[in-house]
């Protein structure tokens, strides 16, 4: 194989680092979200739910690195400061129908992000829509403790792109995701939760880059302190298993070296959460997490809040 040269400048080359949230592969961007999903996963006694049941979730996420490492460049890059803010509502759907005896349902997620990046003396900004990610999911209840799940996600590029910029709120490629979770109780008080995938990215086509695959996981456990009140701790694992390509060829450096690690970064994150129930079947949580041991990707710290009101038709 015959690597090819990024034709960019360093700073466009990395000028999509700032995607909710920033990551590996090209500029810095995949179509994950890691730490997205933290506590109760899944709902538990999936049988026993409604017919047509359906949950509003709203997410916040803030993301901020004053640290980038390039490995292939050989460390740290200085002065970089992005950030990333971002709204999501996502709706779910469980329906009635079963295949391979699970419980047919849905989701579509449309983020609203506000992208900031700065490095190299230069600064950039952009606030929109973002790409809009849909799933049909199936899942499978193995009792009142334990709820499998299976799922497949697309990313839409639906959002702002533009080649020339450092910030935007577009990937600018399709995403396909397959995904397994589970939700288990092993007793009235302690959950534990994981959501493993593997990403398969298309072609940036105004860039004729392609992202490298990417297999990710979001795990949880929390612990009942009283009826209402979880504590607990979450975090994320991300590590990409593909070299990047341009042209159809191995990514090499801006100094026209060849890079062996093929760009790939990884990253492992851990913090504190707490989930909260009320009205009976609504929650909110909120979760942290540092991320560690980085390569070829943005290092910082990540917040999530989530706020979900289950309901039926």
Do not use: C
């Not at 980085?294 to 917040?303: A, I, K, T």
């Amino acid at each position: 194989m015959n690597p090819t040269r990024v034709f960019h400048p360093l700073p466009f080359a990395l000028l999509s680092l700032i995607s909710l949230p920033a990551l590996a592969t090209e500029g810095g961007v995949d179509n994950i979200g890691p730490g997205t999903d933290g506590f109760y996963i899944l709902p538990l006694d999936v049988n026993n739910l409604p017919d047509h049941m359906f949950a509003f979730n709203l997410y916040y996420n803030h993301y901020e690195a004053r640290k980038l490492d390039i490995s292939s460049l050989g460390g740290k890059v200085p002065d970089v400061r992005i950030k990333s803010d971002a709204i999501i509502p996502r709706l779910d759907y469980l329906s009635p129908v079963r295949i391979f005896g699970g419980r047919l349902g849905g989701y579509i997620a449309q983020p609203y992000l506000k992208q900031q990046v700065a490095l190299f003396g230069m600064s950039d900004q952009r606030e929109s829509m973002g790409d809009t990610t849909v799933a049909p999911i199936i899942l499978w209840d193995m009792g009142p403790r334990l709820t499998l799940a299976t799922a497949v996600e697309i990313t839409l590029p639906t959002g702002e792109y533009d080649a020339s910029r450092l910030a935007n709120t577009s990937n600018n490629f399709y995403t396909y995701k397959p995904l397994v979770s589970a939700t288990w109780m092993p007793d009235d008080r302690t959950e534990l939760s994981i959501k493993a995938t593997y990403s398969f990215n298309q072609e940036n086509h105004d860039t004729d880059y392609r992202s490298g695959q990417i297999f990710h996981f979001d795990y949880s456990a929390s612990y009942k302190v009283t009826d209402n009140l979880s504590l607990g701790v979450n975090g994320y694992y991300l590590k990409q298993t593909t070299d990047d390509k341009q042209y159809g060829h191995t990514v090499v450096n801006i100094f026209g070296e060849e890079v062996n690690d093929g760009v790939r970064g990884q990253v492992f994150a851990i913090g504190p959460a707490v989930y909260f129930t009320f009205l009976k079947y609504a929650s909110a949580e909120v979760r942290w997490a540092k991320e560690f041991d980085v390569e070829n990707r943005p290092e910082g710290d990540m917040l999530w809040a989530k706020v979900t009101i289950p309901f039926a038709l």
